[in-house]
Nanobody
Framework: QVQLVESGGGSVQAGGSLRLSCGTS????????MGWFRQAPGKEREGIAS???????SYAASVKGRFTISQDNAKKTLYLQMNSLKPEDTAMYYC?????????????????WGQGTQVTVSS
């Protein structure tokens, strides 16, 4: 059974940093995409970063240059380093996994999800 477990969320002031982690287990696809999504109250889930088997990352314009997605295959862990945080980054953050391919950031391409971790950025 595939399990994704996020950690590392919390409250931080604008300009601060956080690093999210996503531990994975049970994923058997030989090629897969991993992604980070976020959802603020009243808004749709937004794909903010994705990474493929080769470690190539892709970012939404809203976080490019501030956030970095990475993975440790030996530890089966996905990371999201978030710097220069802004109040508009406040949301529930989810990691997700899906079959390999173009690793697009739309939720429809991902079939396994974690439970989410809250990030709150105050001004």
């Amino acid at each position: 059974q595939v399990q994704l477990v996020e950690s590392g969320g919390g409250s931080v002031q604008a300009g601060g940093s956080l690093r999210l982690s996503c531990g994975t287990s049970g994923y058997t696809y030989s090629r897969r995409c991993m992604g980070w999504f976020r959802q603020a109250p009243g808004k749709e889930r937004e794909g903010i970063a994705s990474i493929d088997n080769d470690g190539i990352g892709s970012y939404a314009a809203s976080v490019k240059g501030r956030f970095t997605i990475s993975q440790d295959n030996a530890k089966k862990t996905l990371y999201l380093q978030m710097n220069s945080l802004k109040p508009e980054d406040t949301a529930m953050y989810y990691c997700a996994a899906g079959p390999g391919g173009a690793c697009l950031r739309s939720p429809v391409y991902y079939n396994y999800w974690g439970q989410g971790t809250q990030v709150t950025v105050s001004s």
